[in-house]
C-alpha cells in the first residue's frame, strides 16, 4: 500500500510540473522565439562578465547555454516539427496559432540556407518542407538535444536516486 501512495504522489508531482512549467514553458518558447532569444542571449552575456568579475572556480555559463537550448530550440525545432509532419498539432489547445508561429518561425530558418525572395512570409507562412524533412529536422534536434541532457546531469543539475548509484 505504501508504494502505491508513492507512485501516486510521483503521478500527481509529475501531473502538477507538466501544467505549470512545461506546458507553459512550451508555448511561451514557440510563441516569443524572438524576444526570448535576444533575452538569453543578453542574459548570457551578462553571466559572463559576473563571471569573469567573480573570478569563482563554478561556472555556470555551459549550464546556462543547455538549458537555454533545451527552452528555446526543442519546443520549435524539435517537438513542433513532429507534431507537424505527424498532425497532431490540431488536437492541442490553441494548436493553430503554434502552428502559424512554427511556420514564421521555420521560414525564417530556411531563408538563412535557402533564400527564396518569391516566398514572402505573410502569403506562405511554412516553407517547402516535406514530411519527412519535417521528421527529420525534429528527430534530429531531439538527438542532438540529448547531449545537453548528459551534460547538466553530469554537472550534477539533475540527480536521480536510481542514477546516482551507478
Keep these: 500500500m ?3 501512495v508513492i507512485l501516486q504522489s510521483k503521478i500527481y508531482h509529475w501531473v502538477l510540473i507538466s501544467l505549470f512549467v512545461i506546458c507553459p514553458v ?27 568579475a567573480a573570478k569563482g572556480s563554478e561556472k ?27 498532425r497532431l498539432l490540431y488536437f492541442m489547445p490553441i494548436g493553430k496559432q503554434l502552428a502559424i508561429f512554427t511556420g514564421f518561425t521555420l521560414t525564417d530558418a530556411y531563408n538563412l540556407f535557402i ?7 505573410w502569403d506562405h507562412p511554412f516553407p517547402p518542407l516535406s514530411e519527412l524533412q519535417l521528421n527529420f529536422l525534429g528527430g534530429g534536434t531531439l538527438l542532438v538535444s540529448l547531449l545537453p541532457l548528459w551534460m547538466l546531469r553530469k554537472r550534477g543539475l539533475w540527480k536521480s536516486r536510481r542514477w546516482s548509484s551507478r
Excluded at 512550451?26 to 569573469?52: A, R
Excluded at 549550464?63 to 524539435?78: A, D, E, N, Q, Y
Design 2 to 4: 505504501n508504494e502505491q
Design 60 to 86: 555556470n555559463w555551459p549550464s546556462f547555454l543547455c538549458l537555454s537550448w533545451l527552452v528555446l530550440v526543442v519546443p520549435t525545432f524539435g517537438i513542433m516539427p513532429l507534431l507537424l509532419a505527424w
Design 115 to 121: 533564400p527564396s525572395p518569391e516566398f514572402y512570409q
Design 26 to 52: 512550451f508555448y511561451l518558447s514557440v510563441l516569443f522565439l524572438p524576444i526570448l532569444f535576444l533575452i538569453l542571449v543578453v542574459s548570457f552575456l551578462l553571466l559572463l562578465l559576473f563571471e569573469l
